[in-house]
């Protein structure tokens, strides 16, 4: 099961966090930082799966962006790992070319994104289609 997800860039700056068990607010900023510390100072060659406390954190880089993921100790690490991916090809999909400034000005669409793919911690959908198909309902109702 997943218990967050974390969109951070370089910096080290969170510019996305979604909680699928209730953490109290100050302990969200304490961990966030203890798990962006973590996943920043690896290098690119080590393995993208890290055991810290008592679950799994599970990240990629994209450019300037992290996406990191905590698990449950049951969570399948790859089926994560391209779990992540496949969120990166939806919001690619959407924005064409994903950017931090995409990530930041469209927040409100990242989240609704996520929403469909993960439901109370465990991914219910993965087909882009299906995924983006509220969204374009949405950018349609706006538009006219």
């Known amino acids: 099961m997943i218990k967050f997800f974390l969109m951070v860039n370089k910096q080290g700056q969170t ?5 699928y ?6 302990k969200r900023t304490l961990l966030e930082t203890e798990v962006i510390k973590s996943c920043l100072s690896r290098s690119s060659e080590q393995c ?3 055991e810290y406390k008592d679950f799994k954190l599970i990240y ?3 450019a300037a962006l992290f996406i ?3 698990v449950n100790d049951t969570e399948n690490e790859m089926a994560i790992y391209e ?7 939806v919001l690619d ?3 064409s070319r994903v950017s931090e400034l995409d990530i930041m000005f469209n927040l409100d669409k990242v989240h609704i994104i996520l929403d469909e793919m993960v439901l109370n911690g465990c991914i219910v959908e993965t087909n882009r289609a299906r995924i983006l ?4 309902i949405l950018d349609k109702m706006s538009d006219s």
């Open 93 to 95: 999909d959407y924005f």
């Open 68 to 70: 990191v993921v905590g």
């Open 133 to 136: 198909a509220p969204l374009l």
């Open 83 to 89: 779990f992540i991916h496949n969120f990166v090809e």
């Open 15 to 19: 510019r996305l966090s979604k909680y």
């Open 48 to 50: 993208s799966f890290i």
């Open 21 to 26: 068990e209730h953490v109290e607010i100050n």
């Open 60 to 62: 990629r880089q994209y």
